[in-house]
Structures are given as C-alpha cells and as structure tokens.
C-alpha cells in the first residue's frame, strides 16, 4: 500500500509559479508510474501530467504543456509538479497518484492509478 501526500499548493496571481510535491510512503516508490490530476468546480478529475518509473519519460495535456514540468526523486520518494505561467483556469485541486508499473508506458486514464492522494489547492487570481 502506498499512501501519499501533495503539498505546496496556494493562491497566486496569474503568470505566476508554484511548485507541487507529493510524498510516498509505504510503498517501494520507484515501482510505480506517478501522475498529477486536477479537478476545478463543477469539472471532472483530468490528468494533466505523468512520469515513468525511472523519470525517463514525460507526458503532458496540451494545456500544460510547456509551462508545467512533472518530475521525481526516487531517492526522497517524491514527485514535483513545478507549475509556471500559471492562469486562471488551472484553478483546481491538484492530486497525485500512483499506479504500479511494469510497462514504462504513461497511463492518463484515473482508473488505472491505484493510490491517491487528499490534494491541495492551486488558486489563481486574474
């Protein structure tokens, strides 16, 4: 069982950054594929970013590409989600989650991600 914990979220005003973390417990962390979802008001939870096992591959949605940037340290047992030029509607709360992994293939699919954490808020201000 892997239980895990996002930190770092806030309010901050649009073109602004911050930087996420997610810390794993319990689990042999670098066994699992990890992603960040969000979910706004009203909306359904979406991915927006995943990494492999080992960090060697990346995925983004198209709304974050490039100005979002997910990444681990197996060492620590943690994964980022450093968040720059940040605009109004990436407003949501923001869950990582964890899927074990033996293919290396990023997973957006929420079903396939077994554990989650209780997410932290961004809010961005126009």
């Known amino acids: 069982q892997v239980q895990l914990v996002e930190s770092g979220g806030g309010w901050v005003q649009a073109g602004g950054s911050l930087r996420l973390s997610c810390a794993a417990s319990?689990?042999?962390?670098?066994?699992?594929?990890m992603g960040w979802f969000r979910q706004a008001p009203g909306k359904e939870r979406e991915f927006v970013a995943g990494?492999?096992?080992?960090?060697?591959?990346?995925y983004y949605k198209d709304p974050v590409k490039g100005r979002f940037t997910i990444s681990r340290d197996n060492a620590k047992n943690t994964v980022y989600l450093q968040m720059n030029s940040l605009k109004p509607e990436d407003t949501a709360v923001y869950y990582c989650?964890?899927?074990?992994?033996?293919?290396?293939?990023?997973?957006?699919?929420?079903?396939?991600?077994?554990?989650w954490g209780q997410g932290t808020q961004v809010t961005v201000s126009s």
């Open positions: 990494i492999s096992r080992n960090g060697g591959r990346t």
């Open positions: 319990g689990g042999t962390f670098g066994n699992y594929l």
């Open positions: 989650a964890a899927r074990p992994d033996g293919t290396g293939y990023i997973v957006v699919s929420r079903d396939a991600y077994a554990y």
